[in-house]
């Protein structure tokens, strides 16, 4: 598996390597505010955000649901009848 996606991004779990070019100095675009720039990169990290959080939430609900029963069985052998 290559250390990157195939269209060559790496995500935020993957490491960078050296010879990937880093961006140290901000990309000035002609015409936009700076301060639209941000607000719409606050608005795609934030939609980016709330989705890993909804699937996050729902693989860990599954989880649940599925360990519950055997949760219960245990809940249940340490008390004594009584």
Same mark, same amino acid.
């Given at each position: =598996? ?12 993957? $490491?960078? *390597? ?5 961006? @140290? ?8 505010? /700076?301060?639209?720039? $941000? %607000? ?5 990290? /934030? ?6 959080? @909804? *699937?996050?939430?729902?693989?860990? $609900?599954?989880?649940? /649901?599925?360990?519950?029963? %055997?949760?219960?069985?245990? %809940? =249940?052998?340490?008390? $004594?009848?009584?």
């Amino acid at each position: =598996m290559p250390p990157y996606p195939i269209d060559g991004i790496p995500t935020l779990t993957q $490491r960078a *390597e050296a010879d990937i070019p880093v961006l @140290d100095t901000p990309v000035a675009f002609p015409g936009v505010p /700076e301060a639209v720039l $941000r %607000a719409a990169l606050q608005a795609d990290l /934030e939609q980016a955000i709330k989705v890993a959080v @909804d *699937e996050a939430s729902a693989t860990l $609900r599954q989880r649940l /649901e599925a360990e519950l029963p %055997a949760i219960l069985a245990q %809940a =249940m052998s340490r008390i $004594r009848p009584g």
